[in-house]
């Protein structure tokens, strides 16, 4: 009843610029993902990138009526970041490509403002609410259960996806998906260790089956892994500790009865992970990520300044990649065309100077947010970007996860954002 009747409030009311940009990010983080296409080949990340850009647009133009100061030093460095960018699509060995992304990906240089103009209106305009978070967090079940429900052999879309590839959720690859996965569960796990909110520890639960399934390695270590952080942060609370330890048995439970019932399998994948760190040399290991992090090196050292061009890494990879790394991925019929780590990425693709100042842009936040690590708000904040950045040094950046990054590292840079969340007492619950 209580969103019913937030909803009624709204409707009645008239709304100040800031106040719609806040909606608008609102729908970018919880409408966005949910996203399909019943036609056409690419039925999740081109309707996602329309969304994106029609939003971004309106953004752009509220910001301009709003006159929006860009005063604040993470401005200043997305703004250096973004020229080098527009300097390397000028120079890029496709500019066609570099503008646009690409078919399938769609992250040249028009998706990249749109970034910058959702990471600076979020930093300004976002409003942090009990609504807005309960909202978020269903629109991530939503994609959850979807992907659970397919992992069981059902299309509940069949109606309208027919003759459909078999897709991963609305999120459409299961690497993806797993990178989507972990902002919900990290968000949820500090909705239960830090507030005791029941619903979050359920809601944890069903991310972490989804995660399972999606049998992403990477998305498996970078749960561990900020989950170390979130235990340096309760270490020394006994009831805490507690909750923390319902969820790490609650998950284990999940772990072994779906590898169960699945004849091994997910026990089999993990073990990979064990494999692939004694074989790290074997450019093979790590659905090849060593080989391809070699040829980024190369192009790096050949194109030090500019990169290939955004969005061209697989131009230069052709030219600079080890032969036999190159000659697996031509036999296999497939290209490259990320480094599988964001920060490569950006050197391969843009030049050191763009990868530098977007490390410094992720810095920045990161000490922020550091420097307030005594508020559970700005803790679940930090926890959400930290394992975000830890996946994206395994993964790459895509058009349906992206863009809640930029905005939720926009929060972050801004700490009276996080601090204006309204609190109750600490025994109820925050997140309703």
Same mark, same amino acid.
């Given at each position: 009843?209580?969103?019913?009747?937030?909803?009624?409030?709204?409707?009645?009311?008239?709304?100040?610029?800031?106040? %719609?940009?806040?909606?608008?990010?609102?729908?970018?983080?919880?409408?966005?993902?949910?996203?399909?296409?019943?036609?056409?080949?690419?039925?999740?990340?081109?309707?996602?990138?329309?969304?994106?850009?029609?939003?971004? &647009?309106?953004?752009?133009?509220?910001?301009?009526?709003?006159?929006?100061?860009? @005063?604040?030093?993470? $401005?200043?460095?997305? &703004?250096?970041?973004?020229?080098?960018?527009?300097?390397?699509?000028?120079?890029?060995?496709?500019?066609?490509?570099?503008? !646009?992304?690409?078919?399938?990906?769609?992250?040249?240089?028009?998706?990249?403002?749109?970034?910058? %103009?959702?990471? &600076?209106?979020?930093?300004?305009?976002?409003?942090?609410?009990?609504?807005?978070?309960?909202?978020?967090?269903?629109?991530?079940?939503?994609?959850?259960?979807?992907?659970?429900?397919?992992?069981?052999?059902?299309?509940?879309?069949?109606?309208?996806?027919? @003759?459909?590839?078999?897709?991963?959720? !609305?999120?459409? @690859?299961?690497?993806?998906?797993?990178?989507?996965?972990?902002?919900?569960?990290?968000?949820?796990?500090?909705?239960?260790?830090?507030?005791?909110?029941?619903?979050?520890?359920?809601?944890?639960?069903?991310?972490?089956?989804?995660?399972?399934?999606?049998?992403?390695?990477?998305?498996? &270590?970078?749960?561990?892994?900020?989950?170390?952080?979130?235990?340096?942060?309760?270490?020394?609370?006994?009831?805490?500790?507690?909750?923390?330890?319902?969820?790490?048995?609650?998950?284990?439970?999940?772990?072994?009865?779906?590898?169960?019932? @699945?004849?091994?399998?997910?026990?089999?994948?993990?073990?990979? %992970?064990?494999? $692939?760190?004694?074989?790290?040399?074997?450019?093979?290991?790590?659905?090849?990520?060593?080989?391809?992090y070699k040829g980024a090196i190369n192009m790096i050292k050949e194109r030090p300044f500019l990169g290939t061009g955004v969005s061209c890494f697989w131009k230069g990879f052709q030219l600079d990649a080890p032969k036999d790394v190159l000659d697996s991925w031509k036999s296999k019929k497939s290209m490259v065309d990320k480094?599988h780590n964001e920060i490569l990425n950006y050197a391969a693709t843009s030049g050191v100077p763009a990868a530098i100042l977007y490390i410094i842009l992720i810095f920045l936040v990161f000490y922020r947010l550091w420097k307030n690590k005594e508020d559970d708000r700005v803790r679940t904040i930090l926890i959400i970007l930290?394992?975000?950045?830890?996946?994206?040094?395994?993964?790459?950046? %895509?058009?349906?996860?992206?863009?809640?990054?930029?905005?939720?590292?926009?929060?972050?840079?801004?700490?009276?954002?996080?601090?204006?969340?309204?609190?109750?007492?600490?025994?109820?619950?925050?997140?309703?």
């Amino acid at each position: 009843m209580e969103i019913k009747e937030k909803f009624l409030e709204l409707n009645k009311r008239n709304f100040d610029n800031d106040e %719609v940009i806040n909606i608008l990010l609102h729908m970018i983080l919880c409408v966005m993902p949910l996203i399909l296409s019943s036609k056409g080949n690419d039925r999740y990340y081109y309707p996602k990138a329309l969304f994106l850009y029609g939003i971004g &647009i309106l953004i752009f133009i509220l910001m301009i009526k709003e006159r929006t100061k860009l @005063n604040m030093r993470t $401005d200043k460095i997305f &703004i250096l970041f973004f020229i080098l960018l527009v300097l390397s699509t000028i120079n890029s060995m496709d500019i066609s490509r570099s503008i !646009t992304g690409g078919t399938w990906r769609y992250e040249g240089i028009i998706t990249l403002f749109m970034y910058g %103009v959702i990471f &600076i209106s979020a930093s300004k305009y976002f409003k942090l609410s009990k609504l807005g978070i309960n909202l978020f967090l269903f629109s991530g079940l939503i994609v959850a259960i979807y992907y659970i429900i397919q992992n069981l052999g059902y299309e509940p879309l069949n109606f309208l996806l027919k @003759n459909a590839e078999k897709m991963n959720s !609305t999120i459409g @690859n299961r690497n993806f998906l797993s990178s989507y996965l972990l902002i919900f569960l990290a968000l949820s796990m500090c909705g239960f260790i830090f507030y005791k909110n029941k619903k979050c520890f359920i809601y944890s639960l069903i991310y972490f089956l989804a995660l399972i399934y999606s049998k992403t390695r990477g998305g498996w &270590i970078s749960l561990g892994i900020f989950s170390l952080l979130g235990l340096y942060f309760i270490i020394k609370d006994r009831n805490r500790l507690k909750r923390a330890t319902i969820i790490v048995i609650s998950f284990t439970l999940i772990f072994f009865v779906v590898n169960l019932f @699945n004849s091994g399998e997910f026990m089999e994948r993990l073990e990979t %992970v064990k494999e $692939d760190a004694i074989n790290i040399k074997d450019s093979s290991s790590g659905s090849g990520r060593i080989g391809i992090y070699k040829g980024a090196i190369n192009m790096i050292k050949e194109r030090p300044f500019l990169g290939t061009g955004v969005s061209c890494f697989w131009k230069g990879f052709q030219l600079d990649a080890p032969k036999d790394v190159l000659d697996s991925w031509k036999s296999k019929k497939s290209m490259v065309d990320k480094a599988h780590n964001e920060i490569l990425n950006y050197a391969a693709t843009s030049g050191v100077p763009a990868a530098i100042l977007y490390i410094i842009l992720i810095f920045l936040v990161f000490y922020r947010l550091w420097k307030n690590k005594e508020d559970d708000r700005v803790r679940t904040i930090l926890i959400i970007l930290f394992g975000y950045v830890v996946q994206a040094n395994l993964n790459i950046s %895509v058009v349906p996860v992206a863009p809640l990054f930029w905005i939720i590292l926009g929060i972050g840079s801004n700490i009276e954002i996080i601090k204006n969340l309204k609190m109750e007492d600490k025994e109820k619950n925050v997140i309703m």
